[in-house]
């Protein structure tokens, strides 16, 4: 069911004339059309190898039939098996948390060179597999979720979830350059790489030196980015800078770090501008050293940035044709206090020099061949994140999203366009976390988790606060012009809030029900929202 909410591959009908399976087989896709289903305001992918129905009086209506397919179907629920339990191949009914982990699964199993030969696997991508050519079924697998909405984004997650639990390589190995076309081609992103952009950071001192100019400020901090530079690295290399699939692997990584970078203006530069900086590599020859590690302080987030130790009784050296040099004091506080600051003896430190100088390390592919601390080479683990997993969690501010519409309504699009800073600065999250704190929801609500970033908030414009302020205004008249309510009114209503790396749904009693917003359509579902970089529902549903 990747790609469609509800499915029947075969249907079965017997009659005493050919009226009769006709009019059967319209019954049967209304009633299937209009019956709830468990598991579907979380997303869960529920696949049934058969289900019976018994006698069926065609001259029932849809929605006198609609229960009896909904009791089948829970029936069945209650012995589904989940999709990774050794019983899954054998069993009628498989379960999957959402379409992404479905299509993970499938594209892990082609990757680990077992034949996806199971039952339910043609079920899901709607369309025969290609069982003896894994490309080809790795390139089926992300047709299907490039179909859904947001496709781009899910493909990035599926991707990045991959690279987590290090099964990447076997898929990449797998693609071809045709496969890179047609996913540039799904990113909006052109085959031709860009000539220049101008968004890498460039300085004179370091273009003099024949360094390669660094990453944009407010990405070379994004260490979700960061966890992708092995992977980025290597198939730079192994690829070559010109393969559409490396400027797609590119995008896929910023994607993965910020779902709603997707919109901006100059995603092609920047996927440039990484491939550049990753496929630069030199060797820095350095005296060899015995690594004190008492005397080591945890290194900058970012792989292309060394800090070197002062040793013990030496003064910092500095280098004028660098355009920074930083002493790094040894640490003053009680590690007992910070127990997570504390030296760490458990790594092989590779020799530094005597220089205390944060300079640009240009990467390299093998991980012995630049002089870097382990934990820039690839972050221990990754960021923390909305699981795949869709728990509701209660919230205060279940109408929190309900302006969404009206941040539409006001340009956000055309001013995205205009402004790519708000683009890097993930603006409209930044404006609904804004408003949440206007309006006092709590640090721990289930509403600010599933908006919560891991990443450490970028670098800002220097009138950031005005321009949240002037877009709250504006958010404001526009609700009370068009819905009658304040802000207060309209967010603060209780609910429950799912989400994961690409949805967010919003549940909510149905007896609360605002006709005001539905009037002006606040409620209604947005959908794929590509400058929020998810997937947003509202439902209403009774309370038990």
Known sequence: MVGALRRIDRLYLTAAAEEGVSRGRLLVEDAFRIASFPGEAEHRVLVIRRITLGTVDPDRSPAALAPLIEEAVRSAATRAVSFDD???PTAD???FPNA???????VERVASRHTPV???WESLL???IPVAEPGACIRIALDRLLELPGGAVHVAAVVNVLRIRGTVDRVLDLLEPGH????????????????HGPVAVRDEKLLASGAQPALPRWLAA????????????????????ADPRTRWLAAAALLSAQPSLVTHPQLSTLSQTIVNVVQHRETPTRPARTYDSARWRPPPSSPFLVVEPIPEGEKAATDESLPTSVAVPPPTMDVSEHPERAPRTDLAIPPRSTAAIERVAPPSVSPDTVDVPLDMKEASSDPTGPSWESEFRPTTAGGLLFVLPLLSRLGIVAALVENSVLVEADFARRFLLFLADRVRVPDTDGMRQALASSELDAATPDDW???LATWLTRVRRLAHRTAGVGLRALVMRPGQVAATRTHIDVLLPLADLDIRLRRVGLDIDPGWVPWLGRVVSFRYEGEA
């Open 86 to 88: 050794p019983a899954a």
């Open 222 to 241: 994004t260490s979700a980015l960061q966890c992708w530079y092995t992977t980025l690295a290597t198939w730079t290399v192994r690829w070559g800078e």
């Open 93 to 95: 009914v498989v379960t």
């Open 465 to 467: 606060a005005q321009t």
């Open 180 to 195: 890179g076309e047609r996913l540039l081609a799904a990113y909006n992103l052109s085959v031709t790489p860009p000539a």
């Open 118 to 120: 199971e039952w339910y």
């Open 126 to 128: 709607e369309r025969p």
């Open 100 to 106: 992404l982990a479905a299509a993970g699964a499938f």
